[in-house]
């Protein structure tokens, strides 16, 4: 006997995104009344959806929460937050052009951290060009840190040169920015500094806290599409977000349909993020990672896309490539071949809340 969707037994995950199958059986096939301007509609691991606006032009779409930590300050909570959404809607190939923001406040914020807020907003806006366009702020009881809203970002731009991660296509070269648990150990850093002072001293610490404004992959999307796009160069872009570089790179291959090879020793992980991963019980290749960017490329220009990357400061390396989906997910390690597959759960949440229980 067939089961309805209302009969699926799926459960959510302990905290964090939901897994895949919990998307593919829940979410995905309830998505409302579908249009023809649909042109990418949700799929796990796909960051933005993408609809025609008329006149060859599409719109990518992303919403996420507004994820405000005081603890960061709230100038730098209030960048994070803001990257954190335009990481997602750069992933197209396209810089924002419009924003809707929806705080619900706690009522212990003052009029001052939310000034300090919308002013950091405003001029990260102003700075890749885009414009508030609606919104809603107030103050709830019963609301708290750090989600405190959510916000939407979009992107316009030729219909014929977006892209989405499902694109990536079998040969295509694998490339990564900056490394592996670039936001968890950014975080980490901000978070529990007189831990890491004491227990991994002072340098460790100083490294940790220097890639707090690391988290962020808009200046490398934006600087990746500058070589071409599709059969001209950069096919399909990610950012490695919640199950970090592993969860990403399996994500891009699910939604492209490809296979995928990974290098597991070519996936760079600083020594401050090794420490301070290793400190708290992460595994860097698996924890969040805001500020690394996935990217897969046409193999002739790979070398391209990594000079113009370094031309502005941002590290890349060529760790995999995409293979035929018959070839299946594979991991290289120490010259074996193992299966690759989804972690579905991020350590960096259960660590935060140890750590967190410990600290008070």
Not at 98 to 114: A, C, G, R
Request: charged share 20%; hydrophobic share 40%.
């Amino acid at each position: 006997m067939n089961r309805s969707n209302s009969d699926v037994k799926v459960k959510f995950p302990p905290a964090g995104k939901v897994s895949p199958r919990f998307f593919d059986e829940i979410i995905y096939p309830r998505l409302g009344h579908r249009t023809g301007d649909v042109v990418v509609g949700p799929r796990h691991g796909v960051d933005c959806g993408i609809v025609r606006i008329g006149d060859g032009k599409v719109m990518a779409i992303t919403t996420d929460p507004i994820f405000i930590v005081p603890e960061y300050g709230f100038e730098r909570a209030a960048w994070f937050a803001w990257h954190i959404l335009a990481s997602d809607v750069t992933t197209c190939g396209f810089p924002p052009a419009y924003i809707t923001v929806d705080f619900n406040l706690p009522l212990s914020i003052t009029e001052d951290q939310f000034n300090t807020i919308w002013r950091v907003f405003h001029e990260e806006s102003c700075r890749y060009g885009a414009y508030v366009i609606a919104g809603h702020t107030a103050r709830y009881a019963g609301t708290d840190y750090p989600m405190v809203g959510g916000a939407t970002f979009m992107a316009v731009g030729p219909e014929h040169t977006y892209l989405h991660p499902g694109m990536a296509a079998p040969d295509d070269v694998i490339v990564i920015t900056k490394g592996a648990a670039i936001e968890a150990t950014g975080v980490f850093a901000c978070a529990f500094p007189e831990t890491i002072r004491e227990q991994l001293g002072e340098d460790v610490l100083s490294k940790g806290q220097d890639l707090f404004y690391r988290m962020s992959t808009v200046d490398d999307a934006l600087a990746a599409v500058e070589i071409g796009v599709r059969e001209n160069g950069v096919t399909a872009m990610h950012d490695a977000t919640e199950c970090g570089v592993i969860g990403g790179l399996f994500e891009m291959a699910k939604a492209s349909g490809t296979g995928i090879r990974i290098e597991k020793e070519a996936i760079p992980v600083l020594p401050e993020v090794e420490a301070i991963c290793r400190h708290f019980g992460m595994d860097p290749l698996i924890s969040i990672s805001e500020g690394t960017l996935l990217i897969s490329v046409r193999p002739r220009q790979a070398d391209r896309l990594i000079a113009n990357l370094g031309a502005k400061g941002i590290r890349a390396e060529i760790i995999g490539k995409m293979l035929p989906a018959s070839e299946g997910y594979w991991m290289i390690e120490d010259g074996r071949k193992r299966p690759l597959s989804h972690p579905e759960i991020d350590p960096f949440w259960h660590a935060m809340a140890r750590a967190t229980e410990q600290s008070v």
